[in-house]
């Protein structure tokens, strides 16, 4: 049969195989050249478009709107009347108030003056008493009312300025009922129509949000806890909007925050991205397709990324007496667990074959001189299609596997692709 092992300790590489010209072997090799070229990583994430500061302008009080002077999409400066509600009912607070304190100011000058006349009384009862000519009860009764007339003018400045912090909160009130825009910026969201009643009992009803610059916008966009490791502030970022789905949109990362967003058990973190918007084109909640380029390697040794996933059958390396490795084959894993979305050739991967993704160690299998050759390499960057290969025994042009199919696999890949023409 041509049987071959060889272990080439100074050649960097462990080859044993069998010449596939001595017998028609059972599977097909599907097989593929290394080449030179560009691979780029990447990291994909999605986002939301928002405006850098928003701000969502409330009433803190309850009231009937009576008229709203700004509308979607309208500028507005900070200072401007964006709304108003109806004052009666605050007027005529204000009013009550404002009687209320006068009322209290009486009531002190009253205050003070019996208390002047209290204090004439008991001088001159003290007077008549150094005289024997008062009876101490009445010079008791003297002195108290002395002392309680002075009390009460204490009672009445409280009253007064009691009167007068609630003239003050119905005259902020009063205030409140004219909404105006603490910054410059465009209206994005109007709430509210002439005519409703707005209740602010238990928080601000928000009336407008305004945007204070869209010209200047951000992307908060969810990035995997897998790839979060590969991005840093100040890094590039691309992004499309389905609004011009042949346009790229450039930004930069102005952060990665810490805080874990979990949803069904996928943990993600905040990637914020800063986006220049100067003819207004992007909207706030725009959806974002986001692409960070994290290394970007021109003119190296590549392979596709099939051939790290590929391992020879057992029925394959029992065909050329060679021992099945220690590693189940795909088929094999199969039998433990069904795979999603299998197609011809088993292609797709299971949860084993993406634990085994790119790494700095691999091994791919070449075809030299008719033989199967297990060629140890160091792997860097992967784009998804093909991985870099840092170090190893392959060459530009060597020729390597990245699938074997038997008969019925291969007669099922035909007929799916005879079918996928039509």
């Known amino acids: 049969m041509g049987l071959l092992a060889v272990v080439g300790v100074g050649g960097g590489w462990v080859a044993f195989g069998a010449r596939f010209g001595a017998h028609k072997s059972a599977f097909h090799l599907e097989k593929s050249r290394v080449e030179r070229g560009d691979v780029v990583g990447r990291v994909t994430a999605t986002g939301a478009l928002s405006a850098l500061v928003t701000v969502q302008v409330g009433s803190q009080v309850s009231g009937r709107i009576s008229n709203l002077y700004a509308d979607f999409g309208q500028r507005v400066t900070k200072g401007q009347v964006v709304a108003r509600l109806d004052p009666q009912l605050f007027q005529a607070a204000l009013e009550q108030a404002r009687a209320n304190r006068d009322a209290a100011v009486g009531t002190l000058h009253e205050s003070i003056t019996k208390a002047d006349n209290a204090k004439k009384q008991l001088a001159r009862a003290e007077e008549l008493k150094s005289k024997n000519l008062i009876a101490a009860a009445d010079f008791d009764s003297a002195d108290l009312q002395a002392a309680s007339t002075a009390a009460a003018v204490d009672t009445a400045r409280g009253d007064l300025e009691q009167a007068r912090a609630n003239l003050h909160q119905a005259t902020v009130n009063l205030g409140y009922a004219t909404v105006i825009s603490p910054i410059n910026g465009v209206v994005i969201s109007r709430n509210v129509d002439v005519g409703q009643t707005v209740a602010a009992s238990l928080q601000a009803p928000t009336l407008y949000t305004i945007a204070e610059d869209l010209g200047k916008m951000q992307v908060h966009a969810a990035v995997s806890e897998a790839d979060v490791g590969r991005l840093a502030p100040e890094m590039p970022a691309t992004f499309v909007v389905d609004a011009y789905p042949d346009e790229r949109f450039k930004g930069v990362i102005r952060q990665i925050r810490d805080a874990p967003q979990t949803l069904q058990n996928v943990v993600t973190y905040d990637a914020v991205i800063d986006v220049d918007n100067p003819d207004h084109r992007l909207k706030p909640g725009m959806t974002a397709n986001v692409t960070f380029v994290y290394a970007a390697h021109k003119g190296v040794l590549?392979?596709?990324?099939?051939?790290?996933?590929?391992?020879?059958?057992?029925?394959?390396?029992?065909?050329?007496?060679?021992a099945a490795p220690a590693k189940k084959h795909k088929k094999e894993?199969?039998?433990?667990r069904p795979l999603a979305g299998a197609g011809a050739g088993g292609k797709a991967q299971a949860h084993d074959d993406a634990a085994d993704g790119p790494g700095p160690r691999r091994t791919v299998w070449a075809v030299r001189n008719e033989r199967l050759v297990a060629v140890p390499i160091e792997v860097g960057v992967a784009d998804g299609s093909n991985v870099e290969v840092k170090a190893g025994e392959l060459a530009e042009g060597d020729v390597i596997v990245t699938d074997a199919l038997d008969k019925n696999e291969r007669a099922e890949a035909k007929a799916k692709t005879k079918g996928g023409l039509f």
């Open 302 to 322: 590549r392979i596709p990324s099939a051939a790290l996933r590929f391992l020879p059958p057992p029925e394959l390396l029992a065909e050329s007496g060679l």
């Open 333 to 336: 894993r199969s039998k433990d």
